[in-house]
DNA sequence: GTACTGATTTTCT
DNA sequence: GAAAATCAGTACC
C-alpha cells in the first residue's frame, strides 16, 4: 500500500463556476451530489486523473481536490508507478499523485473512511511529523478558466512536495 | 532558470 | 466540435 500526507488542496463549492457542480447534475459529477467522504475521481484533458473528496450534505455538490501528497510509504512502489526516483516529482500534482496512488476511475465514490482508498485526520496517526499543525498558506487556485480569483488554494508553507509557490 | 508545445479522450454544448 | 481542476519534454536565455 501507498501513504502521503496531504500538503495542497483547492476547494470547489456551491456556486462557483469553476466547480463541476455548478451547471448541475451530470452523468460525470453524479457523486458530487452525494453524501461527504466519498471520492470524486475523473479524467482531464484525456491522460489523466484527479482526485477529490466529497464535502458536505447530501445535493450540495461541493468538493476538495487533492493537488499533492508528501510521500511517506510505498515510496518504492510510487517510484516505479511514476517512472522517476526523485521524491518530489512523485505527487506534485493532482495527475501525478493518483498515478503514483494507483487511482483511476474505478475509485469513483468510494468511501474515504473504509475500503482501499482511505482519508485519515492528523490526529489519528502516531507519526512525528503530524504533531505539529503546520502553518497554511492561502492562494489563488491553479489550472482553471473561471473564478481564478477565489482564493481557495491551501498548501503548507515551505513543503517541498506542494505542485508551485 | 523560464516559456511554449504536444499528447489524448471524455464530457457536455 | 470545443473545452477541460494536466504533465513531460523541448527550446531558449
Redesign the pocket.
Known amino acids: 500500500m501507498t501513504l502521503g500526507r496531504i500538503v495542497e488542496t483547492?476547494a470547489?463549492i456551491s456556486n462557483d463556476p469553476?466547480?463541476?457542480?455548478f451547471?448541475?447534475k451530470?452523468?460525470?459529477?453524479n457523486v458530487?451530489f452525494g453524501p461527504g467522504g466519498h471520492a470524486?475521481v475523473?479524467?482531464?484533458?484525456?491522460?489523466?486523473y484527479?482526485f477529490?473528496a466529497v464535502a458536505g450534505e447530501v445535493g450540495s455538490g461541493q468538493?476538495v481536490?487533492i493537488?499533492a501528497l508528501e510521500p511517506i510509504e510505498g515510496i518504492s512502489l510510487m517510484q516505479e508507478r511514476?517512472r522517476?526516483k526523485d521524491l518530489r516529482?512523485l505527487c506534485?500534482?493532482?495527475?501525478?499523485?493518483t498515478?503514483a496512488l494507483g487511482i483511476d476511475?474505478s475509485f469513483n465514490s468510494a468511501p474515504l473512511f473504509d475500503g482501499p482508498l482511505q482519508i485519515w485526520s492528523a490526529d489519528g496517526l502516531d507519526d512525528h511529523r503530524m504533531v505539529q499543525r503546520p502553518e497554511v498558506v492561502q492562494t489563488t487556485?491553479?489550472?482553471?478558466?473561471?473564478a481564478k480569483e477565489l482564493p481557495l488554494r491551501f498548501y503548507l508553507k515551505d513543503n517541498i512536495y506542494i505542485?508551485r509557490k
Not at 18 to 21: M, Q
Not at 141 to 146: A, P
Open positions: 483547492e470547489y469553476a466547480c463541476h457542480a451547471k448541475g451530470t452523468k460525470r459529477n458530487l470524486y475523473y479524467l482531464i484533458y484525456g491522460m489523466y484527479c477529490n468538493a481536490l493537488r511514476r522517476t516529482l506534485n500534482g493532482p495527475g501525478k499523485l498515478q476511475i487556485r491553479i489550472g482553471i478558466s473561471q505542485s
